[in-house]
């Protein structure tokens, strides 16, 4: 650990923090509940659900559903959302401009970095061969493996694996699902605002800033 940084493990979320992927996962979740179950959903509706594990997203949106994890028509949407997020839907997800140097820059500087998603691990691998970034963090986690937001299980066995205490870590993400698990871990946070959720609802969940650019956050943290 470098003794010149107060926050040595930067755990970041991917959807709407790193990668503009909103309108991507939107659109999916409405053909998926339109295809699936018939039912339509509007769009403020499917963004408040980004960030949860796909099958709490599913659950959250369709109360009227069988809430058990396994019941047959939630697993119906989901499959129906991963098949045309991943094959089927045109709307591009690309990084937000200067994700990629950012990271390089505070990789370079020793930091430690990992992803702490509500993607599947099916997705976030995807995702990471498409961006090449497949040896840039040095650990991830999904729902699949553990839980979803905002329980605190994802950054506990990232800080775990990293031997890193709360203390030392900092999460970055743009929906109050992010900050809450964040709170949940007793880990500090950084809101972004170009996602999910506003500056307005970030910083209900006192942040330490709410960056208007992910790519600040190197100026940000070696100011």
């Known amino acids: 650990m470098s003794s010149n940084k107060q926050y040595p493990l930067l755990v970041f979320d991917w959807d ?3 990668v503009d992927s909103i309108l991507r996962i939107v659109t ?6 339109k295809t699936a179950i018939d039912v339509d959903i509007s769009e403020s509706h499917a963004r408040s ?3 949860l594990g796909l099958v709490e997203a599913v659950a959250a949106l369709h109360p009227e559903l069988d809430q058990d994890q396994h019941s047959t028509e939630l697993e119906r949407v989901a499959d129906a959302y991963r098949q ?3 094959y089927e839907n045109a709307i591009e997800a690309p990084l937000f401009d200067g994700v990629e140097d950012m990271l390089e820059a505070l990789r370079s500087k020793g930091y430690t970095l990992a992803v702490a998603t509500g993607k599947s691990r099916t997705g976030l691998d995807h995702a990471l061969r498409d961006h090449g970034f497949g040896s840039l963090f040095d650990i991830t986690r999904t729902p699949t493996e553990s839980r979803s937001k905002p329980d605190p299980a994802m950054l506990n066995e990232i800080m ?3 031997a890193f205490s709360p203390r030392h870590t900092l999460m970055i993400g743009d929906s109050e699902h992010d900050l809450k698990m964040a709170t949940n871990a007793g880990v500090a946070s950084i ?3 170009h996602g999910v959720h506003g500056r307005e609802t970030l910083q209900k969940h006192s942040p330490l800033t709410c960056l208007d650019r992910i790519a600040g956050l190197d100026a940000y943290l070696h100011d």
């Open 16 to 18: 709407g923090t790193l």
């Open 28 to 33: 999916s979740l409405q053909y998926a509940s």
């Open 49 to 51: 659900v980004i960030g």
């Open 84 to 86: 045309h997020y991943l």
């Open 160 to 162: 775990t694996e990293t």
């Open 191 to 193: 809101g972004v605002t």
